[in-house]
T-cell receptor
Framework: EAGVAQSPRYKIIEKRQSVAFWCNPI?????LYWYQQILGQGPKLLIQ????????DSQLPKDRFSAERLKGVDSTLKIQPAKLEDSAVYLC???????????????FGPGTRLTVT | DAKTTQPPSMDCAEGRAANLPCNHS???????VYWYRQIHSQGPQYIIH???NNETNEMASLIITEDRKSSTLILPHATLRDTAVYYC????????????FGAGTQVVVTP
């Protein structure tokens, strides 16, 4: 089974520029997550999709970050304009289960390391 | 959401058992304890989870105290490949799968 794919793996941009990250989840997974991980910290959820609808975007800086998941499969996360504090690893994850109790498991991609100079 | 407390770091000798503690004193009755780990330059990887009973899988064992206020992740025979940051996470039921990561425990397995 193929894992979560992300691209690019690394990106260096100057502040005020824009950047986009792409994620392809595991086939059949309905739920997709984008996390931001700043160096030395644990990942922080930015946005969660259920199919192509947004479930949680409470921690997404909406003035500069946007995300979409067209057709409920691939997803793109965009930053415009970037700030120095956006330097981080952006992780995409997917899972096949969503609500209720019981088990679920999130599968993470390798991440995109963004450096804003 | 309940929060967890973990030691920032610990060392373990290769081949020995690694016991990783986690405190979650405010956990609610319907919240699960999850463990993930993150090897350097990789995304987090699911290890194991439990509600109240002890659990074991091919990677590790999870021991949850009877009052559920703490738990221990056990790696039975640590290898160098187990060097990673280990995250103990309490998941709120019906929270659409949201995971809240803390800083975790940096485990270094030495030869």
């Amino acid at each position: 089974e193929a894992g979560v794919a992300q691209s690019p793996r690394y990106k260096i941009i100057e502040k005020r520029q824009s950047v986009a990250f792409w994620c392809n989840p595991i086939s059949g997974h309905a739920t997709l997550y984008w996390y931001q991980q700043i160096l030395g910290q644990g990942p922080k959820l930015l946005i969660q999709f259920q199919n192509n609808g947004v479930v949680d975007d409470s921690q997404l800086p909406k003035d500069r970050f946007s995300a979409e998941r067209l057709k409920g499969v691939d997803s793109t996360l965009k930053i415009q304009p970037a700030k120095l504090e956006d330097s981080a690893v952006y992780l995409c994850a997917s899972s096949s289960r969503t609500s209720g109790g019981g088990s679920y498991e999130q599968y993470f991609g390798p991440g995109t390391r963004l450096t804003v100079t | 959401d309940a929060k967890t407390t973990q030691p920032p770091s610990m060392d373990c000798a290769e081949g020995r058992a690694a016991n990783l503690p986690c405190n979650h004193s405010t956990i609610s009755g319907n919240e699960y304890v999850y463990w993930y780990r993150q090897i350097h330059s990789q995304g987090p990887q699911y290890i194991i989870h439990g509600l109240k009973n002890n659990e074991t899988n091919e990677m590790a064992s999870l021991i949850i105290t009877e009052d559920r206020k703490s738990s221990t992740l056990i790696l039975p025979h640590a290898t160098l490949r187990d060097t990673a940051v280990y995250y103990c996470i309490v998941r709120v039921a019906n929270s659409w799968g949201k995971l809240q990561f803390g800083a975790g425990t940096q485990v270094v397995v030495t030869p």
